[in-house]
C-alpha cells in the first residue's frame, strides 16, 4: 500500500519562494510518475506538474511554467515541487500523486494514490 506524505506548505508573500516535499512509502515511487496537484477554494483540482520515473520527461500547467520546478531523488522516495515567484492565483491545497500504472513510462495519469494535501497560502 503506497502512502504518500506532503509538507512544505505554508505563507509565503508574493513573490516568495516555497519547497513542496512528497514522501512515499512502499517500492513503486522510483518506477512511477508523480504529479503535483492543486485544487483552490470553488475551483477543480487541476494537475500542476508531473515527473517521469527517471526524471527525464516533466510536465507544467501553463500559468506555473517558468515559476514551478519539479524534481525527484529515488533513492530517498521524495518528489519536491520549488515555487519560486509565488502569485497571488498560486493559493490552494498542494496535493502529491502517483501513477502506479506508469510502470517506467510517460503518464498524464490517471493518478491512482493521493496525499492528504498540505496548504499554501500567498500574501499579497
Known amino acids: 500500500q503506497v502512502q504518500l506524505v506532503e509538507s512544505g506548505g505554508g505563507l509565503a508573500q508574493a513573490g516568495d519562494s516555497l519547497t513542496l516535499s512528497c514522501t512515499a512509502s512502499g517500492r513503486m515511487f522510483s518506477s512511477s510518475v508523480m504529479g503535483w496537484f492543486r485544487q483552490a477554494p470553488g475551483k477543480e483540482r487541476e494537475l500542476v506538474s508531473s515527473i517521469s520515473w527517471n526524471g527525464n520527461m516533466t510536465y507544467y500547467l501553463d500559468s506555473v511554467k517558468g515559476r514551478f520546478a519539479i524534481s525527484r531523488d529515488n533513492a530517498k522516495n521524495t518528489v519536491y515541487l520549488q515555487m519560486n515567484g509565488l502569485e497571488p492565483e498560486d493559493p490552494a491545497v498542494y496535493y502529491c500523486?502517483?501513477?502506479?500504472?506508469?510502470?517506467?513510462?510517460?503518464?498524464?495519469?490517471?493518478?491512482?494514490?493521493w496525499g492528504r494535501g498540505t496548504q499554501v497560502a500567498v500574501s499579497s
Open positions: 500523486a502517483i501513477d502506479l500504472t506508469s510502470k517506467e513510462s510517460w503518464s498524464m495519469g490517471p493518478f491512482d494514490r
